[in-house]
């Protein structure tokens, strides 16, 4: 199971990996390999602002529709628009290309409740 250390991550399995005030999220290699194959990514908050844990989005496989939780308080700046036409990029490179936002942060003190790559590992049982 892969689980970078250099990223933060949310008990509804999304990771941030922030630079300066800008947040990029995703879904972890847990959550994709638990959906199975992804076959759409829809993104209908861009150039909204949302509160921590509000849905931004839902990603679709092929056995269930899961909603998107977003891990700090902030405006949504950028879509990955190419999971529009390959939203398999979620399953083969879910750090990569397979990013879904990218968010400016309203509130720096939520980052810390963020879980680091230890305390998720010992959520998922890895």
């Known amino acids: 199971m892969n689980i970078p250390s250099n990223l933060k991550y949310t008990k509804d399995h999304e990771w941030v990996s922030i630079d300066g005030d800008i947040a990029t999220v995703g879904i972890t290699d847990f959550a994709q390999k638990e959906l199975g194959d992804i076959v759409y990514v829809e ?3 861009l150039d909204q602002t949302l509160d921590k844990d ?16 977003l891990p700090l308080s902030g405006e949504i700046i950028e879509f990955n628009d190419s999971l529009e036409t390959t939203p398999e990029q979620v399953n083969a490179d879910p750090y990569g290309n397979g990013w879904m936002v990218k968010v400016k942060i309203n509130n720096d003190a939520e980052i810390e409740e963020l879980l ?3 305390a998720y590992k010992n959520l998922i049982g890895a």
């Open 43 to 45: 993104v209908e908050t």
């Open 54 to 69: 509000e849905v931004f989005g839902t990603v679709e496989a092929v056995k269930t529709v899961s909603d998107l939780f």
């Open 116 to 118: 680091d790559a230890e």
